[in-house]
């Protein structure tokens, strides 16, 4: 299953997606609920000039934000109330929010 | 520790012993560390072997480990939640070339390509793996177009950015995402490798 849509949706089911999934993201300049976000079997997309680039994403000029298993460890470190900090936190630090 | 717990490990041990793992303990932190052959010959400097991770006040991430590999016999996990430690799979260093600013989905696909390559040179690697990691054999052979996999090899471990520059960690999914002691290991002060060198 692939989605497209807002963040805090995303977090809402991630827990139904497949763990190999990547999630991309519009560029942003601070993670928001609202941020538009993607899921891509990356090993199966088709892929842009650039050999490495799925299309779909590249058409959107979207970017990679978190691969699925690790937004899904994230979701389990924290609480609802702080899972859009503690994704960012994750992204820019490699580490999980205490 | 209760007499279930007691019996718990001593079945554990037992499925262990029998595919050819040893009990390793360390500072009353357990781990089940398999025999192998050795250290691997990756193409990208791939390690067979465990590190067990000791933390010390000034020592966060020192090696203080012995070879072999992984952690878990059946599907028991022995090693304590709250225990500081965690344990090595696998690990590779990274060529230069490959960090900082490259994305961590490349980093995925050359650990993979380093661990497929050890897998298809030492099957008994291959093996004990399989028995513990179900699915990782498949799960890091290249794909319909010749690509090697962007995410970890299963779901039940991951590619752990080490502090040490170039070196990615293949760990249990649950000693990665446990709380408490062990995530200043993983992680000290708060980030992670990637976040260090795998960023300009």
Known sequence: ?98 | MSVDDESSIRDDLTVAKENNFDEQRVEGAKFLIAVTTGIGGGILGGKIGNKVFDKKDEDVGKSNGSEGNATKASELTVRPADSPYYSTVYEIKLPPNTYPNVSRQRHNQLANESLHKQFESDSTFAAKMEVQYPGIVDGVKPGARGAYSRTAPTKDVTWHHAPEKGQLELLPIDHHTSSGAVQNTLHPEGKGGYSDWGKE
């Open chain 1, 1 to 98: 299953m692939n989605f497209k849509g807002k963040l805090i949706d995303l977090i809402t089911e991630a827990d139904s997606f497949e763990w190999n999934l990547w999630i991309y993201s519009e560029p942003y300049s601070s993670l928001a609920p609202e941020t538009q976000c993607m899921t891509i079997n990356v090993d199966n997309a088709e892929l842009a000039a650039d050999g490495f680039t799925p299309l779909e994403v590249q058409e959107c000029g979207f970017e990679e934000l978190i691969s699925m298993q690790d937004l899904q460890a994230v979701l389990k470190n924290t609480n609802s109330q702080m899972a859009v900090k503690a994704i960012d936190y994750y992204v820019k630090n490699d580490a999980y929010l205490n």
